[in-house]
């Protein structure tokens, strides 16, 4: 499988990695089965995200994807990060390979399931808003 520079920058010196301990935004995406599992934690003041960071368990592909993911809404509107494609993610690697493409459509799973736990906390229904994650926790519209 060949990987761009971009992937493996990314894997191999990934940003935002942690936890944020007064995170006011949480999300995980992913399962146990599938081996990938992503969770998204944020800091939002204001309708912008001001700081953000993920724990990945999975491939290489994972990480560099939810580093990416995270790079790209880091400082934006909360509006602004709900465009966050997986498509806008793999061009921003340069290219994923084929087989690999489902760890970016996590990375924006990830970010929309944060942010529709924002919304919850606040008492709003995130799904008019986010649409939905995929996270049955979240909207339940699924069995």
Sequence with gaps: MEYSSKVMDHFTNPRNVGEIEDANAVGQV???????????????????????????????????????????????????????????????????????????VLAEEAIKAALANYYKEQGIDPTPIIGCTGNCEHCHNHD
């Design 30 to 104: 992913g399962n146990l089965k599938c081996g990938d599992i992503m969770k998204i934690y944020m800091k939002i003041e204001d309708d912008v995200i001001k700081d953000i960071s993920f724990k990945t368990f999975g491939c290489g592909a994972a990480i560099a994807t939810s580093s990416m993911a995270t790079e790209m809404v880091k400082g934006k509107t909360i509006k602004e990060a709900l465009q966050l494609t997986n498509s806008a993610v793999v061009e921003a690697l340069e290219g994923l390979p084929p087989a690999k493409v489902h760890c970016s």
